[in-house]
Antibody
């Protein structure tokens, strides 16, 4: 079955870095765009980043631009989010989600269960 | 950036009643590129509706979406107890933004 499993979350101090991973299975990963979406405690959903199916185009929310990098390894069926210069306000559950098309902005048709990132001193 | 405003923030209804949730955009959403998601406590969101009115795979037909331009709605025709959770709209006509959510609670 189609599945996305995030990992790599944890508790870190402000200013440090963390890399999240999302392992995909049950579908042809290299044929789909992918997203990261986050949700701060008790808050709504916030789109973080999107990457095209081939990794050549990447777009970011203004709140993370210049600090976060989305990437993918289509041989390993894995999506990544490198998070640098972390801030307290980056504390959230981070979900990876599938784009039902190869490129462009679209909706999210499959979601992982999420991984929790806590940024605290 | 297109800002989505959902109303009401909280909707109190009884099982069996009909719910209508609203999502208003600050500017027209091109091609009716609007989706709705349901989120249960402690779970990831689940896609309900895409392209404003198309039901996602496996979604019961008591969920329906409508609207165009700047005004969209999600209707749940007969509320089940499991429907009393949070709903989000999302536009993908110009980048991506989400509404703040509507919580459906049991009256």
């Amino acid at each position: 079955q189609v599945q996305l499993v995030e990992s790599g979350g944890g508790v870190v101090q402000p200013g440090t870095s963390l890399r999240l991973s999302c392992a995909a299975s049950g579908f042809s990963f290299n044929n789909y765009g992918m997203y990261w979406v986050r949700q701060a405690p008790g808050k709504g959903l916030e789109w973080v980043a999107v990457i095209w199916y081939d990794g050549k185009n990447k777009y970011y929310a203004d709140s993370v631009k210049g600090r976060f990098t989305i990437s993918r390894d289509n041989y390993k069926n894995t999506l990544y989010l490198q998070m640098n210069s972390l801030r307290v306000e980056d504390t959230a559950v981070y979900y990876c989600a599938r784009n039902p098309v190869r490129d462009y902005y679209y909706y999210m048709d499959v979601w992982g269960k999420g991984t929790t990132v806590t940024v605290s001193s | 950036e297109i800002v989505l405003t959902q109303s009401p923030d909280t909707l109190s209804l009884s099982p069996g009643e009909r719910a209508i949730l609203s999502c208003r955009a600050s500017q027209s959403v091109s091609s009716s590129y609007l989706a709705w998601y349901q989120q249960k406590p402690g779970q990831a969101p689940r896609l309900l509706i895409f392209h404003a009115s198309s039901r996602a795979t496996g979604i019961p037909d008591r969920f329906s979406g409508s609207g165009s331009g700047t005004d969209f709605s999600l209707t749940i025709s007969r509320l089940d107890p499991e429907d009393f959770v949070i709903y989000y709209c999302q536009q993908y006509g110009a980048s991506i933004t989400f509404g703040q959510g509507t919580r459906l609670e049991i009256k």
